[in-house]
């Protein structure tokens, strides 16, 4: 009797762990413990049992009910399971393409100027952005009484350190470290006190250059500029340069690009005056040289800042500055 239960314990748990739907399943529940089920039959007939086999085949038959009922259960979890997992994965749906995300526009200007520099032998320098008074002004000739500073406001970081307004104090930093020549440009952020507009944020970007050695004259300064319009925008550019003042440039010239976007009809990038101020520029004045101990008598040279956002905006159609540090992706995203 013991071995009839047993046999029959074996293959009821061989048949539920061979059910591969919940009907088969149910199917095999029955067989073994629906009403008129194998199981149910012999705990029936445990009556008609003589009294001394009673309890020890009763026992056997008691386990061998439990053990199928809880393979039962497990074996209808498992398949359930399986079942829901079958219904989230569509194997019919086109695949996911992983975002691999692109370079964001000032990075793409910022190589392309790093690169047509680099073609006329200028090398990247850095500075930081948390910059000591002295190398922000003063040794730019901008002592702390000039009405220059007024253009120039910052936020003040306590004792003399600023946010640097320009990227012109790394012009200091790389001439009290190397002696001339000296042909560098440096990119990086600036920021300013500023009521913002369409071309104007109080964080934004600037590439500076420095060249710097016996000769220098501003017959270079109007050919290199010029070459640099031209490698970027193409022939059609037209360049102007306009008298201005820097403290630390002399003489000093704003450097301005003919509208590309417009045509010089006047948009909304150049604010209808059909062209886009992009540097300031400028002979370095002998009382920087005197800062960083270099002979003015010597040595000449001529110095730029311009706008990183600025050309950016015209090379790639952009009629706001701001669009650049707002981090929209749908605007991130085109190009
Ligand atoms: C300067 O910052 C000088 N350091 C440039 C310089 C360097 C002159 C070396 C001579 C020799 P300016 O304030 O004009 O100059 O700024 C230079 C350029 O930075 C501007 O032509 C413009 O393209 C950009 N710029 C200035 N202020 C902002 C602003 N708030 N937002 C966006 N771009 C700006």
Redesign the pocket.
Known sequence: MIDRIENMERRALEEIDQATDTAALEEVRIRYMGRSGQLTALLRGMGDMAPEDRPRTGQRVNLANRTVTDALATRQRALQDAAAVVERLDITLPGRRPSIGRKHPLTLIREEVVAIFGEMGFTVADGPEIERDYYNFEALNIPANHPARD??DTFYMGGDRVLR????PV?IRVMELYPPPVRVIAPGR?Y?H?NPDA????A?H?C??LYVAQGVSMAHLKGDLTYFARRLFGKAVKVRFRP?F?P??EP?V??SFSCVVCNEKGCGICKGTGWL??????MVDPAVFGFVGYDSEKYTGY?????L??LAMFKYGIES?HMFLENDLRFLSQG
């Open positions: 253009t120039h307004t320009h990227t012109s012009q600036t300013r500023e071309t104007h944020a109080f934004f600037q500076e250059g201005d820097f630390f440039t000093s704003d450097y101020e992009i540097s300031g520029a400028g110095a730029f800042g311009m706008g956002d600025r500055i």
